[in-house]
Each structure stands twice: as C-alpha cells, then as structure tokens.
C-alpha cells in the first residue's frame, strides 16, 4: 500500500505535463515545426490530390500554385505570387487571369486591399478598427470584368481572414 502514494504522485505529475505539453503558446498562433510545401485534397476517402504547392524565399511565402482540378495539368493551374515591403504583402500578382491586389497599411493595421482585373479597379475592401479590433469591412464592387464575363480568381482577404469568414463574404458577392 505504501507504494501507490508515490505512483499516485508520479501519474499526478505525468498528467500535468501532458496537459501543459499541449498548449497553445500564449498568442494563439500555430507555429510548425516547417513550413507548408504542399497542401493535398481527398475526398470521401478517395486517393489524395495536390490542391497547392507553396514557394518560400527564406522566411517570406513567395507563391503559391493551385490547381484547380486538383491534378497537374498546366491549362488547369494558376499562381499567387507576393510582394513584400518592410515584412508585409503589399500586392498579390495572379498573370495567369491578369489579375492583382494591392494592400495598403495604416501603422500597424490593413486599412484596405484593391482587387485588379486587367489593369482595371475589380473591387476594393476598406476596413475600420477600434483599436485593434476590425469593427467593420466594406466591399465596393465594380463591373469592369463583369462585363467581359470574367471570373476573379483571387480574393484579397483570403490570406488575411480565417476561411470560414472568407466564405461569408464570397455567398454576400454571389447574391450581388
């Protein structure tokens, strides 16, 4: 009987690192232990597909290919590719479809990004903080490529905003 107290102690101490060991680190962010190189699609247990493959120069995401029938043919494929300055995206180039978007910062916060179709404004998102909490988003869309029948491969908040918000924003587009 004497030496359950000491066992008891021993998983006691177990359990607690077990729990601490899991944690997120304070700020909540996820930080892998490498980088993204390749992000696979499967469905209903089907064999896995490449959906994306991601480029990094050192430290910074540089591209990111996607391929829309989750395979390799080229017709099928299209790419992100980023600019930085001062360790923020400034523009997002997609030369396949002739489209970019340009990011504009005030401080510390995005204050807007600007969707390009063939050299022409697509839409534009201002955004409105108190604080450092986002209070309102604004979407302004125009007709330029509608009218030409296009369709806009890039969506400028997706590498800003959680993809379940992303989503919400794409079915407001579509009733538009």
């Known amino acids: 009987m004497k030496n359950i107290k000491p066992l008891r102690i021993v998983l006691g101490l177990l359990l607690i690192a077990s729990f601490a060991s ?3 680190d304070k700020t909540g ?3 892998p232990k490498k980088k993204i190189q390749q992000i696979y699609y499967s ?4 064999e896995k597909e490449p959906f994306q493959h991601w480029e990094w120069n050192g ?3 540089s591209s990111i290919t996607h391929y829309s029938d989750y395979d390799f043919k080229k017709d099928d494929t299209w790419i992100e590719n980023f600019t930085y300055e001062n360790n923020r995206i400034t523009r997002v180039d997609n030369y396949t479809n002739s489209e970019y978007i340009t990011y504009e910062y005030d401080g510390d916060h995005l204050k807007s990004a600007t969707v390009f179709y063939r050299n022409a404004i697509a839409c534009t998102w201002a955004i409105s903080y108190d604080g450092n909490k986002i209070t309102k988003m604004t979407g302004t869309f125009y007709d330029t490529y509608k009218k030409e029948g296009a369709q806009l491969q890039l ?5 800003l905003l959680p ?4 989503e919400s924003i794409a079915q407001c587009e579509q009733r538009m």
């Open 22 to 24: 899991c944690q997120k």
């Open 43 to 46: 469905w209903r247990n089907a």
């Open 59 to 61: 430290d910074k995401l």
């Open 163 to 166: 993809p379940n918000v992303c």
């Open 29 to 31: 962010t996820y930080t």
């Open 155 to 159: 969506n400028p908040l997706s590498h």
